[in-house]
């Protein structure tokens, strides 16, 4: 079946750094989304992304998909204690109305 | 927008009694609701795909008689673990999307089998 690595699986920072984690495939994705969990509670969607080659931001956070359609990265900037938590890539081969595909994860941590 | 209630957010209850976990999305329609297991330091697990008015569909090893889902209408759908024993205790997570829009979760539902 389909997988997605994502990796790193974990980052340790401090606070004020930036944080790069990306998500490969060997299919191809028409949608790819990025979500962050906190501990105890539902993941909550940080950015979706439609199109090859499309960069998007949301605040601090910026995601890409990949020209291939077989990544996306996504980057945050001046890292604060509140971004700790578990992200994770999702893919999906339709508009997002079908199941998705989700990567294991990155655990961050930011130290202040 | 795009809120997903989901309750209760914890239970605890003893083994043999069926647990009923409902998904609600606040302030638009899901066409699709998506039922996921999440173990601890682990990913989600989709269980379960249901659009409103039909039957759900269970992925490879999900028992339906087990985890029984009803979408009865447009902005609720329903989880029952029938009889529960302790491993299926965990953490289930439902999502909601409308028509080509991406998933929303809510915030889970903890479930401790004693």
């Known amino acids: 079946g389909q997988q997605l690595n994502q990796s790193p699986q974990s980052m340790f920072i401090q606070e004020g750094e930036d944080v790069s984690m990306n998500c490969t495939s060997s299919?191809?994705?028409?949608?790819w989304l990025w979500y962050k969990q906190d501990p105890g509670e539902g993941p909550v969607l940080l950015i979706a992304?439609?199109?090859?080659?499309e960069l998007t931001s949301n605040g601090r956070l910026t995601a890409q998909f990949g020209i291939t359609r077989k990544d996306s990265f996504l980057n945050i900037s001046a890292s604060i204690p509140s971004d700790v938590g578990i992200y994770f890539c999702a893919g999906s081969t339709q508009g997002g109305s079908e199941k998705l595909v989700f990567g294991k994860g990155t655990k961050l941590t930011v130290n202040p | 927008g795009a809120v997903v209630s989901q309750h209760p957010s914890r239970v605890i209850c003893k083994s043999g009694t069926s647990v009923k976990i409902e998904c609600r999305s606040l302030d638009f329609q899901a066409t699709t609701m998506f039922w996921y297991r999440q173990f601890p330091k682990k990913s989600l697990m989709l269980m379960a795909t249901s659009n409103e008015g039909s039957k759900a569909t269970y992925e490879q090893g999900v028992e339906k008689d087990k985890f029984l889902i009803n979408h009865a209408s447009l902005t609720l759908s329903t989880l029952t673990v029938t009889s529960a024993h302790p491993e299926d205790s965990s953490f289930y997570i439902c999502?909601?999307?409308?028509?080509?829009?991406?998933?929303?979760f809510g915030d889970g539902t903890r479930l401790s089998i004693l």
């Open positions: 999502s909601a999307m409308d028509r080509d829009q991406p998933q929303h």
């Open positions: 299919s191809i994705f028409n949608t």
């Open positions: 992304l439609y199109k090859a080659g």
